[in-house]
């Protein structure tokens, strides 16, 4: 659907925010704490951004995103956005899910990962659910979102640390996630290194993994030049595809005219997510839980491999 931008606003140092809105003024599709919306940028080009404004408001939806220094073309494209720019989004899906019935909620974000956690926080403090709020940023000019962080219903819950702050100020991650209860949930957004490091605290403390969501902004880069060739089985019709070691299972199924959905092809987003009949896939996605790729029963095929000399898809 096309949508408007009404508003660019400098949100931190490299952040801007965008208020997307129907150019005829009409309502947006609903969307829950948590969701993402895909943008197209160009030619090819379509990116995942989180929504982090209020639920309830259907009037727009907000975004923050952060110019990456290594970006692929997707940030530097919104940051050339200008307002009354017309964009084509998709309707917002939702892969970081909000149990808004756990009793507590312990919500971690690490720069522009804020995005969906302050959503997130929002909602809780509508709901009046209990939850902590806990940011990670490198500096205060780099810190977006400080007056929706100090409104009366978050900063109450809310703390925010910075990098470059004396080690005492630091966050300390045993210490906020604590040991895991039965009612308490734990949410994690932000580089990957800052959500390995959280899950990982959690795991070492017991937390089991039904109660750790993550959402990682950026993955892999589809691995080629690596390994051997295999081949890809279409379920449907049975056609036999071989996959080169410099391909991704994505490229090789669109060359035989197969078109698999992508958008991040890095294994983040979860568009591509296929069933797996038979084979054992290479997990090298971030997408899915550890109980998930121990199932091999589904894969992100713009990213991941074989294990196995043949994978028969559910295609």
């Given at each position: 659907m096309k949508v408007q931008v009404k508003k660019k606003i400098a949100e931190a140092q490299d952040i801007v925010a965008l208020e997307?809105?129907?150019?005829?003024?009409?309502p947006l599709p609903v969307f829950s704490a948590g969701a993402h919306?895909?943008?197209?940028?160009?030619?090819?080009?379509?990116?995942?951004?989180?929504?982090?404004?209020?639920?309830?408001?259907?009037?727009?939806?907000?975004?923050?995103?952060?110019l990456e220094p290594e970006s692929r073309g997707g940030s530097k494209a919104v940051h050339a956005l200008n307002e009354g720019d017309i964009l084509e989004i998709s309707e917002p899906r939702n892969h970081f899910p909000l149990d808004a019935g756990a009793k507590q909620s312990v919500l971690l974000a690490g720069g522009i990962g804020i995005t969906p956690i302050l959503c997130m926080a929002e909602r809780l403090a509508h709901i009046g659910a209990a939850f902590k709020l806990h940011y990670c940023t490198r500096a205060p000019e780099r810190t977006a979102f400080r007056a929706r962080l100090e409104a009366e219903a978050i900063q109450p819950h809310a703390r925010v640390y910075y990098d470059n702050a004396p080690e005492s100020e630091r966050?300390?991650?045993k210490e906020i996630i604590g040991e895991p209860q039965a009612d308490k949930h734990l949410y994690v957004c932000g580089p990957g290194g800052f959500i390995d490091a959280v899950l990982n605290t959690a795991k070492s403390l017991g937390w089991p993994e039904s109660r750790l969501h993550r959402e990682y902004f950026t993955g892999v880069t589809a691995t080629t030049g690596e390994g051997e060739t295999f081949q890809v089985k279409v379920a449907s019709s049975g056609?036999?595809?071989?996959?080169?070691?410099?391909?991704?299972i994505t490229d090789a199924l669109a060359a035989n005219g197969i078109d698999v959905p992508v958008s991040c092809e890095q294994?983040?987003?979860g568009t591509c997510l296929t069933r797996v009949l038979e084979g054992e896939p290479d997990h090298r996605d971030l997408y899915l839980t550890d109980a998930e790729r121990e199932?091999?029963?589904?894969?992100?095929?713009?990213?991941?491999?074989?294990?196995?000399?043949?994978?028969?898809?559910?295609?």
């Open positions: 997307l809105a129907d150019p005829s003024g009409q919306i895909d943008v197209q940028l160009g030619e090819g080009l379509s990116r995942q951004y989180s929504l982090c404004n209020n639920p309830a408001d259907r009037s727009r939806y907000v975004l923050g995103v952060l966050i300390s991650l056609q036999v595809i071989d996959v080169e070691p410099d391909q991704s294994g983040v987003c199932a091999n029963d589904q894969m992100l095929p713009c990213c991941s491999r074989s294990r196995s000399p043949m994978l028969v898809l559910d295609l």
